[in-house]
């Protein structure tokens, strides 16, 4: 049973790291006073948008700033 419960483990933590989505978060704007945790992974956020850390305690889906450098 607790291989079991390893195996799991070892599999969500694989797929979590799998599934961070392109780009990077912009700069945060205004942060509110209040705590807000819309997301805790990409992958919880819809489309290409990635859940991006504002403040200790603000966690939003935002559009992500993709590279276009081009040399």
Known sequence: MHLL?????VCSLIVECSTQK???CPRCGIR???CIWDCESDNECPGAKKCCQCSSCM??????IL???RP
Do not use: K, N, S
């Open 59 to 64: 966690f939003t889906c935002e559009t992500p």
């Open 32 to 34: 509110p006073a209040v």
């Open 67 to 69: 590279d276009t450098y």
């Open 22 to 24: 392109q780009g990077a």
């Open 5 to 9: 419960l390893i195996f799991c483990l």
